[in-house]
């Protein structure tokens, strides 16, 4: 099977209007692509989840989440044709675990400007307690985030990625956080 910048190439002129949009997308902003689910996707497209599944099949993947493995690998760097199987050891599955992590990380690290945070660390000069708000696509950093600032003494609270919840905590909201 081609790689898929190369079979979007080919059967361009097959896609629908939508499929022309994720075509786009995929081609121009892999990296975000790389983490998105197939809902996320389409909700950022506006297209229908179904649309993401099916155009990563006419791309000849099973489904989303193997073209989505595709994306990684390619913004990692590593070709998907010298990529050997997956061991099913424990000791591969970590090591995958913190390369995926570390990955998300270094995304997460570099996509922060520095003026927002200067601000932060002059929020953070006051007695409050913090509010670290994340979707679930950056639960994970979020989560680390936190645990840092608490092991540095701040109050910090992550309400969660459910908007439910979020919306809650946000009505919960007093004068002491932030």
Known sequence: MLPYPEQIHTLRRTFTPAQERIADYLLDHSLDAALLTATQLAQRLDVDPATVVRF???LGYRGYLELK???VRR??????AATPPLDSSLGRALENAHSS???QFDQFWNSLDPHDLIQWTEALAT?????LLADETCAN???????????LGFNIDVP?????????RLLALDPYDR
């Not at 007695?127 to 509010?131: H, I, T």
């Not at 969660?160 to 809650?168: E, I, M, N, S």
């Open 56 to 58: 990563a099949q006419k």
């Open 75 to 80: 913004v990692q760097g590593q070709s998907s």
């Open 141 to 151: 950093q979020a989560g680390w985030l936190a645990d840092e600032l608490r092991s």
């Open 69 to 71: 493995a595709d994306l």
């Open 101 to 103: 992590l570390s990955t």
């Open 127 to 131: 007695p409050c307690r913090l509010l």
């Open 160 to 168: 969660g990625t459910d908007p439910t919840q979020l919306a809650a």
